[in-house]
């Protein structure tokens, strides 16, 4: 079964700072790939996506990720964050072979502090 | 985004007892729903997909007698918890996927729910 790996827990930065959250997936197939947020008290919300073409997705507010398929990873960055970007993310991992169902990672939760 | 709603928030039930959530697409038609529970600083795990007018599929490991799940709509589904213990004390989560083709899932605010 495929697994998704996010290497952070927990991340804490200040403001301005630059965030990358790592994604690393285990399925040799064709996938398609999410990252979404969850607020404190809010439900999960898409923040992007990837299916096929250039493998550098952007996203809403600022964030982008980067496919490498060698490296079966979806990394997970935004140059400078706020600190309304203190959220948990969490990434999935769509294999498009077994239909809809999302895998998803352990997730990390980011603090930033003002 | 489409929205999706989850009914009730949160519920306290006795042992023994069983418990329904409701999981509703209010803007859309979700021909598929997925059910997930989420415990506490874990991540989200895949229990069931559902296609509306069909019996549910349910993921290896999860009692297919004990979560119950109905989607007689397009926009309605429901997950019953049956005989209900204190270790299915979780968070669960809906999500709807519209069906377009974008393979975007709309979830749930979730429910929380506690056996005692």
């Known amino acids: 079964a495929q697994s998704v790996s996010q290497h952070n827990h927990h991340v804490i930065l200040s403001e301005a700072a630059s965030l990358e959250l790592g994604c690393n997936y285990s399925y040799g197939g064709t996938v398609n790939l999410f990252w979404y947020v969850q607020y404190p008290g809010q439900h999960l919300q898409l923040l992007l996506k990837y299916f096929s073409g250039d493998p550098l997705v952007k996203g809403i507010k600022g964030f982008e990720a980067e496919f490498i398929k060698s490296k079966f990873s979806f990394n997970l960055r935004k140059p400078s964050v706020q600190w309304s970007d203190t959220a948990e993310y969490f990434c999935?991992?769509?294999?498009?072979?077994?239909?809809?169902?999302?895998?998803f990672g352990g997730g990390t939760r980011v603090l930033v502090k003002p | 985004g489409a929205v999706v709603s989850q009914h009730p928030s949160w519920v306290i039930c006795k042992s023994g007892t069983s418990v329904k959530i409701e999981c509703r697409s209010l803007d859309f038609q979700a021909t598929t729903m997925f059910w997930y529970r989420q415990f506490p600083k874990q991540s989200l795990m895949l229990m069931a997909t559902s296609n509306e007018g069909s019996k549910a599929t349910y993921e290896q490991g999860v009692e297919k007698d004990k979560f119950l799940i109905n989607h007689a709509s397009l926009t309605l589904s429901t997950l019953t918890v049956t005989s209900a213990h204190p270790e299915d004390s979780s968070f669960y989560i809906c999500?709807?996927?519209?069906?377009?083709?974008?393979?975007?899932?709309?979830f749930g605010p979730g429910t929380r729910l506690t056996v005692t």
């Open positions: 999500s709807g996927d519209a069906g377009t083709g974008s393979y975007e899932q709309y």
């Open positions: 999935a991992v769509m294999i498009k072979a077994a239909g809809n169902k999302l895998t």
